[in-house]
């Protein structure tokens, strides 16, 4: 079941847009840092180069509740030493045997229906 979540083009000046290297870093530790032991058990996510353009973030978040969230982005950086997401996904689900998957936020993949990349994934509890 795929769910439009209403996401459209970002406005210029958006948190979505350009951003300095060193201010997305501060913004990304200081999220963690609110939710650091109070929704977020284990902070699994690592930031890497993975090339002189790119930036990926991957890793997983647990969470209280048995809960998790899987976290899967690509930043492009310029000259500037600017970033900005180019793709990402988030994947919250339940720990356990077998893991279960509440929704998935991504831009992995068009869809046609869709104006563009952004959508959620849901999933119907009762079924998996």
């Known amino acids: 079941m795929i769910c439009w979540s209403g996401h459209g083009r970002m406005p210029a000046g958006d948190r979505h847009g350009w951003n300095s290297l060193e201010g997305y870093l501060n913004a990304h530790h200081g999220n963690m840092r609110d939710v650091q032991d109070t929704f977020v058990v284990v ?74 990349a952004h959508h959620k994934h849901c999933f119907d509890f009762r079924t998996w």
């Open 43 to 116: 902070d699994g996510v690592e930031i890497f180069v993975s090339g002189p353009e790119a930036i990926q973030i991957e890793g997983r978040l647990h969470c209280r509740g048995s809960l998790f969230l899987d976290v899967r982005k690509t930043l492009e950086m310029d000259d500037r030493r600017r970033v900005r997401t180019v793709l990402y996904s988030y994947h919250a689900g339940v720990s356990g045997e077998p893991e279960r998957t509440i929704f998935r936020y991504d831009n992995a993949h068009p869809h046609p229906s869709h104006p563009d």
